[in-house]
């Protein structure tokens, strides 16, 4: 015959295995929340970040082709960082104000228009008859962190020293190098997470 003490324990033990398997269930979707929607937005932002430097480097090489030289007026026989903004953008958008650069005002860049309203720019390419300039995907404090950074080989010797804080490295066999400091707005071994490159 049954033991009536029996009855609860089993019930006891189906109650806590039905507890355990809520329990379960809602750490797996806290841990698949945590690891999949919360940084696909900062994934997507590097994403588009790698597409607008594919695309610039695109534009640079196209530049190149058709001048035999890289987009700077310098005269200088070293090589130059440029913001992705100014006479460089404007003569890769074959605008009147790059015509220095580009007298036949050839459009080797195009890309998505910009956010952002009243100067407050940031996640595309701004475009005006008379200026041109691209902006990172994130929305960084300072506006002068929002732009790619344009390294020109401008003394012809095929390599680029990288920037000091990203190590100082010389890369070899380029004409240019390309990078975005970030949604921190930082360059540096810390805080090297969010950065893009051209080059790595």
């Known amino acids: 015959?049954?033991?009536?003490?029996?009855?609860?324990?089993?019930?006891?033990r189906s109650l806590l295995l039905?507890?355990?398997?809520?329990?379960?269930?809602?750490?797996?979707?806290?841990?698949?929340?945590?690891?999949?929607?919360?940084?696909r937005g900062e994934v997507s932002s590097t994403v588009r970040a790698k597409a607008a430097i594919a695309k610039l480097?695109?534009?640079?090489?196209?530049y190149f082709?058709?001048?035999?030289?890289l987009p700077s007026t310098s005269t200088k026989d070293k090589d130059i960082e440029y913001q992705s903004k100014g006479e460089?953008?404007?003569a890769l958008c074959g605008l009147e104000a790059g015509?220095?650069?580009?007298?036949?005002?050839?459009?080797?860049?195009?890309?998505?228009?910009?956010?952002?309203?009243d100067g407050?720019?940031?996640?595309g390419l701004h475009r005006t008859q008379s200026?041109?300039?691209l902006y990172g995907p994130w929305k960084n404090k300072d506006i002068e962190d929002r732009y790619y950074r344009i390294i020109l080989d401008l003394d012809g010797d095929q390599s680029i020293r990288e920037p000091a804080e990203l190590g100082g490295k010389l890369i070899p066999n380029v004409r240019y190098l390309i990078y975005h400091k970030g949604k921190d707005g930082k360059i540096g071994r810390k805080f090297y997470k969010d950065n893009v490159y051209s080059w790595k």
Do not use: C, H
């Open 1 to 12: 015959m049954n033991d009536p003490k029996a009855k609860p324990s089993r019930r006891r």
């Open 18 to 39: 039905w507890t355990f398997g809520i329990l379960i269930i809602l750490l797996f979707s806290f841990l698949l929340k945590s690891a999949f929607l919360v940084p």
């Open 57 to 62: 480097s695109s534009a640079i090489d196209l």
């Open 65 to 69: 082709d058709k001048y035999e030289s």
């Open 88 to 90: 460089l953008m404007a």
């Open 99 to 117: 015509s220095t650069l580009n007298p036949y005002q050839l459009s080797f860049f195009e890309f998505k228009r910009n956010k952002g309203s």
């Open 120 to 123: 407050d720019f940031y996640g």
């Open 131 to 133: 200026k041109a300039a």
